[in-house]
Nanobody
Framework: QVQLVESGGGLVQAGGSLRLSCAAS????????MGWFRQAPGKERELVAT???????NYADSVKGRFTISRDNAKNAVDLQMNSLNVEDTAVYYC??????????WGQGTQVTVSA
């Protein structure tokens, strides 16, 4: 089992910044991918950004240039720096952990609300 603990999130005005953090514990393998997904009311969960243990990143087109994902392999932690937030970024953000031949794990979710 892998446990994911998220922190950060909250309420911010449009144009502002927030930082999300997620730490993994338990049976974490050295080769894995961690990242963030989000789900807005009435919409499906969507990918925001992911990063492999080797440092390769992937971003949704909607956040490119505004969000930056990073990780600390020694701490099994991943951060998401979110800048220039807009109302469309309002959602519950979920930390995700996955590796080959294993079902993915999810955090409990943290609310990000951007006011106009």
């Amino acid at each position: 089992q892998v446990q994911l603990v998220e922190s950060g999130g909250g309420l911010v005005q449009a144009g502002g910044s927030l930082r999300l953090s997620c730490a993994a514990s338990g049976s974490v393998r050295s080769i894995n991918t961690m990242g963030w997904f989000r789900q807005a009311p009435g919409k499906e969960r969507e990918l925001v950004a992911t990063i492999t243990s080797g440092g390769n990143t992937n971003y949704a087109d909607s956040v490119k240039g505004r969000f930056t994902i990073s990780r600390d392999n020694a701490k099994n932690a991943v951060d998401l720096q979110m800048n220039s937030l807009n109302v469309e970024d309002t959602a519950v953000y979920y930390c995700n952990y996955r590796e080959f031949f294993r079902a993915p794990y999810w955090g409990q979710g943290t609310q990000v609300t951007v006011s106009a």
